[in-house]
């Protein structure tokens, strides 16, 4: 259906090359970003860009990887938007007890454990800034089918790619099935997240099947876990008019990849 993302995915994986032993650092790996937006990540600070503001989203992904190709693919499509983040989880005294690959399969299956995502929260704008329930509801299936639910899988291997499907109820777009696949290659372990099905918003429609993708990419370094956030949008006006209310998507779905990255940043702490 959107044939550069289809290609970026085909020549990435084509010429990935597997695991390489010597991780590079975070300022090899991050290149475009100033001394003290690397300072910044170390620190624990969190950097985003949203194309909608005619910001760069690649510049915030690790150089030559999945999501920096996915990213430079997409922010000049003039039919889509997308916004991004970056953040920094330094090696915990657990992951630092692991070899290179035994951390790379952990996080691999980190990123499996999607029944965890209930009980995530977001800032809401409608709360008046207030913390609330981003996901009530979440699960593995073993099909397109919603009552297919089935137990997270855990792996005693990483494949370079694989694909399923997951159950998530949504506190503002409801429920939805969305297709869940997986990338690894190189240092990265890269999940995109598709939903099958039109979102909803108070019934009415805000975006198309198939025209959301929100990434989680997490790419190990020196120093420690790189996580990169993005969200892409296509053949979609970023604001949605429904009844009284605009819903403003491009910060939706920031919060959504936010609360991607906490959930996944909380997992391996």
């Not at 370079?160 to 190189?186: I, M, T």
């Not at 429904?242 to 702490?269: E, G």
Request: aromatic content about 12%; overall charge negative.
């Amino acid at each position: 259906m959107h044939i550069k993302k289809t290609t970026v995915l085909l020549l990435v994986l084509f010429f990935a090359v597997f695991p390489a032993f010597c991780l590079s650092s975070l300022r090899d790996v991050l290149p475009e970003l100033t001394d003290a937006q690397i300072q910044s990540l170390l620190e624990g600070g969190t950097i985003e860009a949203y194309t909608v503001g005619g910001e760069k989203t690649s510049v915030l992904a690790p150089t030559g990887s999945i999501a920096y190709n996915m990213a430079f693919d997409t922010e000049s499509l003039d039919y889509a938007f997308s916004e991004a983040l970056v953040s920094f989880v330094p090696y915990n005294d657990r992951y630092k007890s692991m070899s290179r690959d035994e951390s790379y399969l952990e996080v691999f299956n980190t990123m499996q454990k999607i029944s965890t995502l209930v009980g995530i929260t977001y800032r809401s704008h409608s709360s008046g800034g207030a913390q609330e329930v981003l996901f009530s509801e979440a699960s593995m299936l073993s099909s397109s089918n919603k009552k297919d639910k089935i137990a997270d899988p855990v792996y005693t291997s990483v494949s370079q790619r694989s694909s399923a499907y997951a159950y998530l109820k949504d506190s503002r777009f409801g429920g939805n099935v969305y297709k869940v696949e997986y990338y690894a290659y190189g240092d990265e372990i890269f999940l995109e997240i598709t939903n099958t099905k039109a979102m909803k918003y108070m019934g009415f429609s805000c975006v198309s099947a198939g025209a959301l993708h929100m990434y989680v990419d997490a790419y190990l370094t020196e120093e420690g876990i790189l996580v990169y956030g993005l969200a892409v949008v296509y053949n979609q006006k970023p604001s949605v008019n429904v009844l009284v209310t605009t819903v403003d998507l491009p910060t939706a779905f920031m919060k959504r990849i936010t609360s991607l990255r906490n959930w996944f940043v909380q997992a391996v702490i």
